[in-house]
């Protein structure tokens, strides 16, 4: 079993910037994709950014060059950071990652979400 514990999120300024953080704990081999996923109400959730173990990211258009996402592999960790937030970015993130436990499966494990509002 894998927990994924998420922190960073609050409520910020159009403009402002926030880092979100997600690190994962129990039994783990690798995480060859690590991303993160937001869900404004009444939308269906969207993928922001994802990375895979190798260092490759994909992002959303709409964050393009405002978000960067990066992992520390050490710490099973994963991180994104946000700058220049707009209105529209205000919703519930939650982290996502794909894990090899230690039965060599593959597993989805999604964090519990953490907030972001960004007021205009």
């Known amino acids: 079993q894998v927990q994924l514990v998420e922190s960073g999120g609050g409520l910020v300024q159009a403009g402002g910037s926030l880092r979100l953080s997600c690190i994962a704990s129990?039994?783990?081999?690798?995480?060859?994709?690590m991303g993160w996923y937001r869900q404004a109400p009444g939308k269906q959730r969207e993928l922001v950014a994802d990375i895979t173990s190798g260092g490759r990211t994909k992002y959303a258009d709409s964050v393009k060059g405002r978000c960067t996402i990066s992992r520390d592999n050490a710490k099973n960790t994963v991180y994104l950071q946000m700058n220049n937030l707009k209105p529209e970015d205000t919703a519930v993130y939650y982290c996502?990652?794909?894990?090899?436990?230690?039965?060599?499966?593959?597993?989805?494990?999604w964090g519990q979400g953490t907030q972001v509002t960004v007021s205009s």
């Open positions: 996502l990652m794909r894990v090899i436990g230690g039965d060599l499966a593959t597993y989805e494990y």
């Open positions: 129990g039994s783990i081999f690798s995480i060859p994709v």
